[in-house]
């Protein structure tokens, strides 16, 4: 069941990130982001190869987002909100069942500076306090290293391996499961 429909869309803002709805200016970078292979390297779809992809994304978010399925939203610096550095997601939401599970990607021209542990921490905060989320998850491929360090500086609890769950461009890829509880979140900052 999804969590609401309409869903809301927040801008939250972090000490130097914030997070926001995209808008139709948006598809350049957001296709630039999807065709990058060292972004999409450990991801479970191909590169991008169309600028057509970014403006159908953006369209299928918009019914998405009406029927309350999942909520992206854009991550850009503060100081220069307009350009979009990534994307993150709270997907496949169950209200019945409390859970999403999360996704996300930066440009490589902004890694190693930790915004996306600022950027997922606005999200999980919204996912915990404003749709009543119990439980997130993420499924990443065990070889993206930094991935797992971001989720693990989080909290998130790595929970299981699931061999050869993706097939991506003809490679086979394992998946490693994370879990993150309210209960863990809430415990980490008190
Ligand atoms: C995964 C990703 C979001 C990390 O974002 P980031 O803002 O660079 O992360 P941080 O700066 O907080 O770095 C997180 C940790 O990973 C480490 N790290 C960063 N880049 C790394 C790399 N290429 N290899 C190994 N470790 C790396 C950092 O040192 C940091 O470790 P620490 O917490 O021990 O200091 C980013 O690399 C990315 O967008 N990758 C492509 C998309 C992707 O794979 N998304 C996840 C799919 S599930």
Same mark, same amino acid.
């Given at each position: 069941?999804?969590? $609401?429909?309409?869903?809301?869309?927040?801008?939250?803002?972090?000490?130097?990130?914030?997070?926001?709805?995209?808008?139709?200016?948006?598809?350049?970078?957001?296709?630039?982001?999807?065709?990058?292979?060292?972004?999409?390297?450990?991801?479970? $779809?191909?590169?991008?190869?169309?600028? /057509? /992809?970014?403006?159908?994304?953006?369209?299928?978010?918009?019914?998405?987002?009406?029927?309350?399925?999942?909520?992206?939203?854009?991550?850009?610096?503060?100081?220069?909100?307009?350009?979009?550095?990534?994307?993150? $997601?709270?997907?496949?939401?169950?209200?019945?069942?409390?859970?999403?599970?999360?996704?996300?990607?930066?440009?490589?021209?902004?890694?190693?500076?930790?915004?996306?542990?600022?950027?997922? $921490? +606005?999200?999980?905060?919204?996912?915990?306090?404003?749709?009543?989320?119990?439980?997130?998850?993420?499924?990443?491929?065990?070889?993206?290293?930094?991935?797992?360090?971001?989720?693990?500086? +989080?909290?998130?609890?790595?929970?299981?391996?699931?061999?050869?769950?993706?097939?991506?461009?003809?490679?086979?890829?394992?998946?490693?499961?994370?879990?993150?509880?309210?209960?863990?979140?809430?415990?980490?900052?008190?």
């Amino acid at each position: 069941m999804p969590i $609401t429909a309409p869903m809301h869309l927040p801008t939250l803002h972090g000490p130097r990130v914030l997070l926001r709805p995209m808008t139709p200016a948006d598809a350049p970078a957001l296709f630039a982001l999807h065709a990058d292979a060292q972004v999409m390297r450990y991801w479970s $779809t191909p590169p991008w190869t169309d600028p /057509q /992809q970014a403006i159908e994304r953006l369209q299928a978010d918009a019914h998405a987002h009406a029927l309350g399925l999942h909520l992206r939203l854009a991550i850009a610096r503060r100081e220069a909100p307009g350009a979009l550095l990534g994307a993150c $997601t709270l997907f496949d939401l169950d209200a019945e069942q409390g859970r999403a599970e999360i996704g996300y990607a930066l440009q490589p021209a902004a890694w190693g500076q930790g915004l996306m542990h600022e950027a997922l $921490t +606005l999200l999980i905060n919204h996912g915990f306090d404003d749709f009543g989320l119990r439980r997130i998850e993420a499924d990443i491929d065990p070889r993206n290293t930094a991935s797992g360090r971001v989720l693990q500086a +989080l909290g998130f609890q790595r929970e299981g391996l699931l061999r050869e769950r993706w097939r991506v461009g003809g490679e086979l890829s394992d998946s490693a499961l994370y879990g993150l509880l309210h209960r863990d979140w809430t415990n980490r900052h008190d």
